[in-house]
């Protein structure tokens, strides 16, 4: 197991490694020609060419019409589920609304003041596929936060699909910027002739999305810096076999990356669920190597099948999402469930946390101070200030005394 922790704690850093070093060459080329180079990007990398005008897509053009009533390949199935998603993530994110405050003491007032942040950009991923579960897990907790402006990055396949423009419809998005990859994450920070910048780029993507978020930590706010998928399965030897492959496999779904784990102390479950999971990693252990092992490399997903979950689940402390039981399906949680899929990798999840309304919302503390306190304060600041070798802080305070 060890070499097995050794192993991927190297592999997340070679692959940043490389990551960066595309990055930063596109973040150049975006500040330097802005749309013109994202347009060569998009040729280069989607085989569609786009003039730089065309890129951005606006609630005014066609491409953000969905059809009326829906005729788009999924049916009523799909229309159905998508509006299903979005009541359920509404409903539980609905509670995280950060509330502002005032304390008082003497005639001095300070008041926290909590507001949503005035523009957003989601990335949405569309390479492999169209996550419209990425995009409502995003624009579903800013629409709560309150923030105005709406807009999304996402490759020009996946903005041409009536689905996806059918859900920015519903979701209040009136920007689409069809550029994928670092070059849509550089344009939203940077802003282009078309596209003004955003105050925060939320929404994952593969590595060099994520380096290119990291690089522009400063120029634009991020929610969280997010790599392959990962899932952690926890269980004895009362785990089904059957539902445990059928997990990890799910997760396997997103690429030849993922990692996908299975901690056991069953041997005879661990055999089965390599039969049906091959590429799977089994490691045969106990509980409490297991709770260890996944507290070090804090993954994304952590399922608990065994006889006490919740007992397991208080002892884990580093992952971005737990499910608990034999029918708390992660894949379930991708879409319908009501929790965010946005979740912290890579080992983030030390200090990140799933995406959230208090991930759209800016917090400012305003300061009243009245003149009694001010002059019994400003001796503790003069003796403070003093001691830090400040003493023009003192006088500050001295002089209101």
């Known amino acids: 197991m060890n070499n097995f922790l050794e192993k991927l704690e190297q592999r997340r850093a070679a692959a ?11 973040i150049a080329g975006v500040r330097a020609h802005g749309d013109a180079f994202v347009a060569g990007q998009i040729a280069k990398f989607d085989g569609v060419e786009l003039a730089a005008e065309e890129i951005l897509h606006t609630a005014h053009s066609s491409g953000l019409r969905p059809p009326s009533p829906p005729v788009f390949a999924g049916g009523e199935g799909l229309v159905a589920a998508i509006h299903l998603a979005m009541e359920r993530v509404e409903a539980f994110h609905l509670q995280q609304m950060p509330r502002g405050y005032v304390w ?8 926290h003041r909590v507001r949503p942040l005035r523009r957003v950009g989601i990335y949405v991923p569309g390479g492999r596929a169209v996550y419209l ?9 800013a629409r709560i936060a309150g923030v105005r402006e709406i807009v999304v990055a996402t490759t020009p396949k996946a903005a041409a699909r009536p689905e996806f423009q059918y859900a920015c419809s519903l979701l209040g998005v009136n920007e689409i910027y069809r550029a994928g990859g670092a070059a849509g994450v550089a344009a939203l920070a940077l802003g282009t002739a078309t596209l003004r910048r955003v105050d925060k780029i939320v929404g994952p993507g593969n590595s060099y999305v994520t380096a290119a978020k990291a690089r522009l930590i400063g120029e634009v706010g991020i929610d969280m810096t997010a790599g392959p998928t990962e899932l952690v399965v926890i269980a004895d030897e009362t785990g089904d076999a059957d539902l445990i492959a059928a997990d990890l496999l799910a ?4 690429g030849p990356d993922s990692a996908v784990i299975l901690l056991t102390p069953s041997k005879s479950l661990a055999r089965r669920v390599e039969q049906l999971a091959p590429g799977a990693f089994v490691f045969v252990a106990s509980i409490d190597d297991a709770i260890a092992f996944t507290n070090r490399i804090a993954p994304e997903h952590l399922s608990i099948q065994t006889r006490d979950p919740d007992a397991v689940a208080a002892r884990t402390e580093n992952c971005g999402a737990i499910y608990i039981g034999p029918s708390s399906a992660p894949a379930a949680g991708d879409y319908v469930l009501g929790s965010n899929h946005v979740l912290p990798t890579a080992g983030t999840a030390r200090f990140f946390s799933p995406l959230g309304v208090y991930d759209f919302v800016k917090r400012t503390n305003i300061v009243t101070t009245g003149a009694q306190d001010a002059e019994a304060i400003a001796p503790l600041v003069r003796a403070l200030a003093e001691f830090e070798g400040l003493p023009a802080h003192g006088r500050s305070a001295m002089v209101r005394s």
């Open 133 to 141: 579960s990425t995009l409502i897990m995003c624009a579903v907790p």
């Open 16 to 26: 940043s490694a490389n990551a960066f070093r595309v990055a930063d060459e596109v």
């Open 104 to 111: 008082t003491t003497a005639d001095t007032t300070i008041e």
């Open 251 to 254: 997760q396997a779904e997103h």
